[in-house]
């Protein structure tokens, strides 16, 4: 049966022939994940840039990391020789938020079978599990898309839905920044009015590791107060980390929520957009 939240790092282990894509990254320094990757990698993983392999070009109006074209993402996979039947694995350096976009990106053009590491490479080095430099290659493939458009929304949705009980915006980044005390990345402070707060690592343990499913629906249900999950809109800065909290839905088997990709840095680049902070 194909995994599509999470996979443990014993079962990647059982499974050379998952194809695993490397989503390590840091905002702060963007060549850093590729450089790790280069010294250090699970054998077999290609690496996946967010900026230049998971984001479509900025215009100053679209965000930080906006959303490709499905079929330019769908070019891009066909490169790494990704087939339809693949199953995918993704991670990060640890607590899989950068692996989420990749994991989320994948779902949205109808790859259901691709997980993310739990733990993420981390983890796996902490078990002295096999890394190589070794960057293997994949014969191009001829990778199809079948975009599902309803897993995301754009600002124009939002913005018609303030206020309104059928649209539950969940926001994750860190308190500080969702409240407007600081914002070290975006020119403006705040967050879209009505939103809630559900900072991404709280879907973690101290270990860096997913909770259960029966804690992650528990807590995600006390922030809905019985809406359903289908009504849930995820944002953050750029994008990224909203993936985090929709994975951990699914994990909880609360599937159906969606993502608004531009997040804060696109609604913010029109100043008519309403903003509030606290």
Known sequence: MPLSTL??????ARHPEWRVFDCRHELG???????????????????????????????????????????T??????????????????????????????WWMLRWIGHDAVAV?????????????????????????????????????????????????EVALLDA?????FRGDAEPIDPVAGR?????????????????????AQTLKGEFATLLAGRPPEVVVHYCGSGVAACHN????????LSGSRVYPGSWSEWIADPRRPRESS
């Open 73 to 102: 993402f769908a070019a891009w996979l066909a490169t790494q020789g990704l087939q339809a039947t693949d199953q995918v694995v993704c991670h990060d350096a640890g607590g899989g938020t950068m692996a989420a976009r990749l």
């Open 173 to 177: 980044r860190a308190p500080a920044r």
């Open 246 to 253: 929709a994975l951990a839905m699914e994990i909880a088997g």
């Open 7 to 12: 996979a443990s790092t014993e079962e990647l």
């Open 117 to 165: 590491l739990d733990g993420g490479f981390a983890k796996w080095a902490a078990e002295g599990r096999p890394t190589t430099r070794e960057v293997s290659e994949f014969a191009p493939s001829a990778y199809a898309p079948r975009p599902r458009p309803a897993m995301r929304v754009d600002a124009a949705f939002v913005e018609s839905r303030l206020g309104l009980r």
């Open 29 to 71: 320094q963007p060549e850093l994940g590729e450089w790790q990757y280069r010294e250090a990698h699970i054998p077999g993983a290609l690496y996946a840039h967010l900026d230049r392999d998971l984001s479509a070009p900025k215009t100053g109006l679209n965000g930080r990391h906006p959303l490709p074209d499905p079929r």
């Open 192 to 212: 879209i009015p009505g939103a809630r707060n559900r900072f991404c690592t709280e879907n973690l343990t101290a270990e860096g590791r997913f909770k259960s």
